[in-house]
Nanobody
Framework: QVQLVESGGGLVQPGGSLRLSCAAS????????MRWYRQGPGKERELVASISPGGSNRNYADSVKGRFTISRDNARKQVYLQMVSLEPEDTAVYYC???????????WGQGTQVTVSS
C-alpha cells in the first residue's frame, strides 16, 4: 500500500523553527522527485520546495529561499523540510508529494498543520 505520512507540524512562535518529515512506503522512493506544497487559509496550494531523486538538485519558492531546506534519505524512505525563521505567513497545511513523471505516478500525503503565531 502506497503511503506518504507527514509529521512534525505544530504551533511555533514567529522566528521559530520546525522540521517536517515525510515517511514513504509502498513504492521506491529513489525513483521519485519529492516536493513539499502548502495551502494557507483562503489560499491556493503552492509549491514550496522540490528535490531530485538523488538529492543533487533542489529548488525553492522565492518566499522561503534561505529559510527552508529540503532533504531526503532514500535508504530510510524519508523526506524532510527544515524551516527556520518562521513567519505568520508560513501558516498552512504542508503536504508531501511524490511524482515519477515518465510513468505518471503521483502520490500525496494527508498534510500536517503548521501555525506560526505569538
Amino acid at each position: 500500500q502506497v503511503q506518504l505520512v507527514e509529521s512534525g507540524g505544530g504551533l511555533v512562535q514567529p522566528g521559530g523553527s520546525l522540521r517536517l518529515s515525510c515517511a514513504a512506503s509502498g513504492f521506491t522512493l529513489s525513483n521519485y522527485v519529492m516536493r513539499w506544497y502548502r495551502q494557507g487559509p483562503g489560499k491556493e496550494r503552492e509549491l514550496v520546495a522540490s528535490i531530485s531523486p538523488g538529492g543533487s538538485n533542489r529548488n525553492y519558492a522565492d518566499s522561503v529561499k534561505g529559510r527552508f531546506t529540503i532533504s531526503r534519505d532514500n535508504a530510510r524512505k524519508q523526506v524532510y523540510l527544515q524551516m527556520v525563521s518562521l513567519e505568520p505567513e508560513d501558516t498552512a497545511v504542508y503536504y508531501c508529494n511524490a511524482r515519477w513523471t515518465p510513468y505518471g505516478y503521483e502520490y500525496w500525503g494527508q498534510g500536517t498543520q503548521v501555525t506560526v503565531s505569538s
